[in-house]
């Protein structure tokens, strides 16, 4: 919490932000808490009792100190009706732990975000590697869904985040899959070694799709 409390009260200041501590730390809670989940700006505005408007300042000042992560919906062309909300992560896992009273392993495992922490840090470590691509996420309103679209020109991976030593998909995945046309696609996982799921899709832990220095 010192590192909290540090840049909220004494580097947030120094930027010139002038927003309320208290009121700064209760949004990143509620960021925490929405994790990996679409930004419902509303709500936490209701919470709050400011707009939806300065709830989107507060998501960009977060974002611009390298606080949290919007990923943007995938923008396509196919007649699909496509979410168009944000997802938003907590950039740092430690951070994301501490902000929900997360003080140990056992604490994370039966936690329910621990799913979506697993899917924070695989983005993120992935978006290090990976900064010359665009990121996005993929999801209809019939529930296809694809966690992390990578792309660069012409080229197009797709990866799923599962925290499970034996991960399965269900059916919206393939569906997405068939959606964009995209014939390599990787899900991470706490697994020891990869393994092909079906054609063009790998299960693997994440230092397996990490490129190669």
């Known amino acids: 919490m010192d590192f909290i409390r540090t840049f909220l009260e004494r580097d947030l200041p120094q930027l ?44 960009d000042l977060l974002e611009q100190t390298f606080a949290i992560r919007a990923l943007p919906p995938y923008q396509t062309n196919l007649k699909k009706r496509i979410v168009k909300s944000p997802k938003v992560y907590v950039r740092d896992s430690g951070l994301l732990h501490t902000l929900l009273g997360l003080e140990t392993q056992e604490d994370l495992f039966s936690h329910p975000c621990y799913g979506s922490s697993w899917e924070g840090f695989v983005i993120e470590n992935i978006l290090s590697a990976f900064p010359d691509w665009d990121a996005s996420f993929y999801r209809t309103s019939s529930g296809s869904e694809i966690d992390l679209i990578l792309e660069r020109g012409k080229k197009r991976i797709a990866i799923e985040c599962k925290a499970s030593s034996s991960p399965e998909v269900g059916r919206g995945f393939w569906i997405a899959l068939k959606d964009l046309e995209i014939e390599e696609a990787w899900i991470i996982a706490p697994v020891n070694e990869a393994y092909p799921l079906g054609k063009g899709v ?3 832990p994440i230092n397996a799709f990490m490129p190669r220095k």
Do not use: C, D
């Open 16 to 59: 010139g932000i002038s927003i309320s501590a208290k009121t700064m730390e209760r949004f990143w809670k509620i960021s925490a808490h929405n994790h990996g989940q679409l930004f419902n700006q509303s709500k936490p505005g209701s919470s709050l009792g400011v707009s939806h408007h300065t709830i989107r300042n507060y998501i």
């Open 202 to 204: 790998t299960v693997a």
